[in-house]
Nanobody, 120 residues
Framework: QVQLVESGGGLVQPGGSLRLSCAAS????????MGWYRQAPGEQRDLVAR???????NYADAVKGRFTISRDNAKNTVYLQMNSLKPEDTAVYYC??????????????WGQGTQVTVSS
């Protein structure tokens, strides 16, 4: 019922920047929290950043001061601006969206994942 399409991943050198986007579409009535998670090989999927419908944000300690999450409610889109990237930021990044569909049922949807590789 709700689809997420991610874009913006790629290969970047240490110290570089990338901007990820995640657009939600479908039978959406409202969106609550939007977030980004990441999963490195052999590791669990961890929260990177999250933003509520009211604009409150929280970040993983490892990315504070370097990453910024934002959202465009008119476009049902969440962004992750990643600056000063480090090799340890290398992972598959997934967006996650929570909300309600037109029938008022709650939903949680995950994006397909986008690879971010930080390497020289």
């Amino acid at each position: 019922q709700v689809q997420l399409v991610e874009s913006g991943g790629g290969l970047v050198q240490p110290g570089g920047s990338l901007r990820l986007s995640c657009a939600a579409s479908g039978m959406i009535f409202s969106i609550n929290a939007m977030g980004w998670y990441r999963q490195a090989p052999g590791e669990q999927r961890d929260l990177v950043a999250r933003i509520t419908s009211g604009g409150s944000t929280n970040y993983a300690d490892a990315v504070k001061g370097r990453f910024t999450i934002s959202r465009d409610n008119a476009k049902n889109t969440v962004y992750l601006q990643m600056n000063s990237l480090k090799p340890e930021d290398t992972a598959v990044y997934y967006c996650k969206v929570d909300g309600r569909v037109l029938t008022m049922d709650v939903f949680t949807s995950w994006g397909q994942g986008t690879q971010v590789t930080v390497s020289s």
